[in-house]
């Protein structure tokens, strides 16, 4: 078996919220609750879920912004959170982020260069004019052009600005590119273009994503696997296919029946109900969908679901979750 690009082995993150009373000890916000995930050189993963479920959590562990509570993080063979401050830094040259802001995340003093040079730049070892010459060649890559590397910023349109993004994140050729919504921001051609961007950098440069996001149309168009994640746990995972086909989690299917579809002038029989589920009790050790799920039973509140698997390369973390028939 070929060793993965990363792995990550039950990974926990929790979070200190302020006292409540002056010699009580701070609670706890659980963000990820053992987290396992594998990712192989050329397969993109899709992470998706809604707000709040843990993805941007899990993305930060991934390039070693934040340390985990428990568990560990590998990327090709080494565990981030354990390596020197300079043992890491020469290890980003594997990984890279693209985030979610095009506006944000480019800072407005300073020029498209001196922006896409600056992953290089960190790590010292290549020269200004070989920094330049490849800031040129990725800036054409991503369809940008190389006159573009003394404008600032604010000259550039949205989807321009997260091309300038992209560039930054290949210029050190990394195996791995955490994306954080990436087309979240941008109108809906523009996503389209970027998208279409990305799978063609992926086939050029070899590059694999973590693509993270809660628009499963997205996931779908770039990634071979994907898994869902939910308060901090992966419910379900398997490939685009079978996940958005044939989804055995009720969880994962809520999320579909969320997708907007066009239809004009539906019918009553075809406009979907949401149905809600009254509050209830919730003990700790229960599966933590069980509130919001139409088919909780009794031993959704007696037990947590394990990830189990209920088809070839398809997991789901359900008591009654099955693998039915693929639609049409």
């Known amino acids: 078996m070929t060793e993965p690009l990363l792995q990550l082995d039950q990974v926990t993150r929790s979070y200190a919220l302020p006292r409540q009373r002056l010699w009580a000890a701070p609670p706890l916000v659980h963000a990820l609750h053992g ?4 990712m192989t050189s050329g397969k993109s993963l899709g992470l998706v879920g809604e707000s ?6 899990l ?8 340390s985990p509570t428990t568990g560990s993080v590998h990327l090709l063979g080494q565990e981030l959170h354990q390596l020197s401050p300079a043992a890491l830094r ?3 040259r594997n990984f890279q982020m693209v985030f979610q802001d095009p506006y944000g995340s480019l800072d407005p003093r300073q020029t498209v260069e001196r922006i896409v040079t600056e992953p290089l730049a960190a790590l010292g070892d290549t020269s200004a004019f070989d920094m330049r010459a490849m800031a040129m060649e990725v800036l054409e890559s991503v369809g940008l052009r190389s006159a573009d590397l003394s404008k600032y910023p604010h000259e550039f349109s ?5 091309r300038v993004a992209i560039a930054r994140a290949l210029i050190t050729r990394p195996r791995l590119i955490v994306a954080d919504e990436p087309v979240s921001a941008l109108d809906v051609s523009v996503q389209a273009q970027v998208l279409n961007l990305m799978q063609d950098l992926a086939q050029q440069f070899g590059v694999t994503y973590l693509l993270i996001s809660h628009d499963l149309a997205v996931v779908n168009h770039l990634c071979e696997e994907v898994a869902v ?4 746990r992966i419910v379900e995972q398997g490939s685009p296919l079978t996940l958005f086909r044939a989804a055995a989690h009720p969880y994962t299917r809520a999320l579909l029946d969320a997708v907007p579809r066009m239809t004009p002038n539906p019918t009553p029989g075809q406009r979907k109900r949401t149905l809600m589920v009254a509050p209830r009790q919730h003990p700790a050790t229960a599966c933590p969908y069980a509130p919001r799920c139409p088919q909780a039973q009794a031993l959704c509140d007696l037990q947590r679901p394990e990830l189990r698997a209920v088809s070839e390369g398809h997991q789901v973390a359900c008591h009654f979750g099955a693998a039915p028939a693929l639609l049409p």
Not at 59 to 66: C, F, G, P, T
Not at 158 to 162: E, I, K, T
């Open 35 to 38: 987290v396992s995930l594998r």
């Open 52 to 57: 709040g479920s843990g993805k941007s959590t």
């Open 59 to 66: 993305a930060r562990l991934v390039m070693a912004l934040e």
């Open 90 to 92: 020469a290890a980003r």
């Open 158 to 162: 949205g989807g321009q600005r997260q």
């Open 229 to 232: 994640i939910y308060q901090g």
